[in-house]
């Protein structure tokens, strides 16, 4: 069974093009299993609690209508990306807190996987992650995809970042978490699979304190360590030597 067979599409309310519902929608057609889309949105208007001048029937009324219209546009937008070969459902919740409510959503949903559509800055021409952005890719229990508008390429090249330097258990585990999430995007992509992994310079004050500590010796060492700590996971999965950095 596809690990993605479930997957949660965070709408982009401020646009028609859904670049997030695409990859979903590219994700689900590579599947060798039925794939199960959910698009969602959480939405807030401070004042549809505010207004003293309804009753709380009143103000809840409002909340529904604005959530009842919002899935209609939701729906609309997404009629060009969806085929009946793929399940497909709506979901708008009243929140506050977007990022809690998609996390909710993930956990309620038993999502496999999150993806959320990213913009570039009129100045900068990068990539801007917003504190949305940022809170999901530090709680969000499943795997997080970003993506911005463009298409993937053909026979695209994908990283995993992965941490070989530790010893620590959760540290372990969590590489090959990465590089068997690496190796089921390629696949299903057609996409190359690559590993890098950094390891820390050698600190400043060390040299200043210590005279006699060889600064070059120790980098090697280091060095030496990460790479065959490289080695050994890259092995573990099957990746030849030219797939890591």
């Known amino acids: ?3 993605y067979s479930k997957i949660l599409v965070v709408a982009d309310i401020n646009h028609d093009e859904q670049p997030a519902l695409a990859r979903a929608v590219q994700l689900a057609a590579k599947s060798q299993s039925p794939s199960h889309i959910t ?3 959480s939405i807030y208007d401070f004042s549809y609690d505010m207004t003293s001048m309804l009753s709380i029937d009143e103000r809840d009324a409002m909340r529904r209508g604005v959530i009842q219209q919002r899935e209609q546009w939701m729906r609309s937008v997404a009629e060009p990306y969806i085929d009946s070969s793929i399940q497909f459902d709506v979901k708008v919740v009243w ?8 996390i909710a959503e993930v956990f309620s949903g ?9 913009h570039k800055h009129d100045v900068l ?6 504190p949305t952005d940022w809170h999901l890719l530090r709680k969000c229990p499943t795997p997080v995809l970003l993506v911005k508008h463009s298409h993937w390429p053909e026979n695209a090249n994908i990283i995993a970042s992965v941490h070989v330097g530790s010893e620590v258990d959760t540290h372990i585990q969590l590489n ?11 696949q299903r992509l057609g996409a190359s699979p690559y590993l890098v992994n950094a390891y820390p310079v050698t600190p400043a004050n060390i040299t200043i304190e210590l005279p006699e500590f060889d600064p070059t010796t120790y980098t090697d060492a280091v060095r030496g360590h990460h790479l065959t700590s490289m080695k050994a996971l890259r092995q573990k999965h099957g990746l030849d030597e ?3 950095a």
């Open 39 to 41: 698009f969602f949105m």
């Open 125 to 130: 021409e990068s990539v801007i992650f917003t």
């Open 242 to 244: 030219s797939q890591n």
């Open 95 to 102: 929140h506050n807190r977007p990022y809690e409510a998609i």
């Open 110 to 118: 038993q999502h496999d996987i999150l993806i959320k559509g990213t």
């Open 1 to 3: 069974m596809s690990i």
């Open 176 to 186: 090959d978490i990465m590089v068997e999430q690496l190796l089921n995007l390629t």
